[in-house]
């Protein structure tokens, strides 16, 4: 339990598309707070989006930080126990290391709020050239 892990992250072009995947070990009964995070080196972590969900429930509550809003989505997998973050509209201050935590089961309100999230993945490097 616990296990996260962050794929998909490249170098790109500006204005490209890309989509990170994270292979998470989770209990499917359970609800959890799944986020993506991302974070450049000498600069505080960010939240990018977070989804609160039952795993393999078809709905999930969703939220995005304002400087993705509209570009990034997430989304989730239930079959491959995967986390998604499809990002469009690529931007050079976009380049970061990507992160997938989660929190413990939880039927608390999700946030952004990085001391929530309990596991953390290697995370995965993104970088947008213009």
């Known amino acids: 339990q616990g296990q996260l892990l962050e794929s998909g992250g490249d170098s790109f072009q500006a204005g490209g598309s890309l989509r990170l995947s994270c292979a998470v070990a989770?209990?499917?009964?359970?609800?959890?707070?799944m986020a993506w995070f991302r974070q450049a080196p000498g600069k505080e972590r960010e939240g990018v989006a977070f989804?609160?969900?039952?795993?393999?429930?078809?709905?999930?509550?969703?939220y995005y930080h304002d400087s993705v809003k509209g570009r990034f989505t997430i989304s989730k997998d239930p079959d491959k126990n995967t986390l998604y973050l499809r990002m469009n509209h690529l931007k050079p201050e976009d380049t970061d290391i990507y992160y997938c935590?989660?929190?413990?089961?939880?039927?608390?309100?999700?946030?952004?709020?990085?001391?929530?999230?309990?596991?953390w993945g290697q995370g995965t490097q993104v970088t947008v050239s213009s």
């Open positions: 989770i209990d499917v009964s359970n609800r959890y707070c």
């Open positions: 989804l609160y969900t039952n795993f393999h429930a078809q709905l999930a509550a969703t």
């Open positions: 935590p989660r929190t413990d089961p939880t039927y608390d309100r999700c946030t952004l709020e990085q001391g929530k999230y309990n596991y």
